[in-house]
């Protein structure tokens, strides 16, 4: 089992960037990690993904070009650069962890959540 803890979010003009963290509470090599993003009223939606040891990533569409995601297993930690901002990124972000095989892109595919990160990106 792993606690994930969420960090990083806040407000940010559009154009701007945020570097979202996720912080395991154990070892983060066993797990493949992805980033959602959740605004009100909508369901949670996929944003990126990463293979345990990082040899494999994919984005939205939404934010490809924008957003990378990356991982350093020695810090138990996983990252969500966010660059060129706009309004339509607001949400709230949350990471996953799965020890399972999975496709990455469904948030039933997880197994463990951490609790969110504000992003609200001002017009």
């Known amino acids: 089992q792993v606690q994930l803890v969420d960090s990083g979010g806040g407000l940010v003009q559009a154009g701007g960037s945020l570097r979202l963290s996720c912080a395991a509470s154990?070892?983060?090599?066993?797990?493949?990690m992805g980033w959602f993003s959740q605004a009100p009223g909508k369901e949670r939606e996929f944003v990126a993904y990463i293979s345990r040891l990082a040899v494999t990533t994919y984005y939205a569409d939404s934010v490809k070009g924008r957003f990378t995601i990356s991982r350093d297993n020695a810090k138990n930690t996983v990252y969500l650069q966010m660059n060129t901002l706009n309004p339509e990124d607001t949400a709230v972000y949350y990471c996953?962890?799965?020890?399972?095989?999975?496709?990455?892109?469904?948030?039933?595919?997880?197994?463990?959540w951490g609790q969110g990160t504000q992003v609200t990106v001002s017009s």
């Open positions: 154990g070892s983060t090599s066993q797990y493949r």
């Open positions: 996953a962890a799965s020890a399972r095989r999975i496709s990455g892109v469904a948030p039933g595919e997880y197994d463990y």
